[in-house]
């Protein structure tokens, strides 16, 4: 099982980028997937994640309404659209995916809940 994250980058505060994040090995549709993020110095914590294809989802307050978590099961890849994007964004952005059955309500927001995750991408946003 792989999962291959890509399109990080460099923008000005106020850009948008979008991540995307192919899963191989696994389909992942009845399973929870979701982005994380850990920028420098810092923790890795939970930005997005939706329980299943068509589940219910949960993004983190300080990403409402700037960042929105899709996924196209046909293609087995999960995408991050990012728009207005600011200074405290900059952070390499993980992609995650839990091939555990999973029953929740609401998607895993702790690390240790997924079991398969993507190398990375760097995002860094500028003022």
């Known amino acids: 099982v792989q999962l291959q994250a890509s399109g990080g980058g460099s923008v000005q505060t106020g850009g948008s980028l979008r991540l995307s994040c192919a899963a191989s090995?696994?389909?992942?549709?009845?399973?929870?997937m979701g982005w994380f993020r850990q920028a420098p110095g810092q923790d890795r914590v939970f930005v997005t994640a939706?329980?299943?294809?068509?589940?219910?989802?949960l993004t983190t307050n300080s990403v409402k309404g700037r960042f929105t978590m899709s996924r196209d099961d046909a293609k087995n890849t999960i995408y991050l659209q990012m728009n207005d994007l600011r200074p405290e964004d900059t952070a390499v952005y993980y992609c995650?995916?839990?091939?555990?059955?999973?029953?929740?309500?609401?998607?895993?927001?702790?690390?240790?809940?997924?079991?398969?995750w993507g190398q990375g991408t760097q995002v860094t946003v500028s003022s």
């Open positions: 995650a995916a839990r091939g555990l059955r999973y029953t929740g309500r609401y998607p895993p927001t702790a690390l240790d809940e997924y079991d398969h």
């Open positions: 090995g696994l389909n992942f549709s009845p399973y929870p």
């Open positions: 939706i329980t299943k294809s068509g589940g219910t989802s």
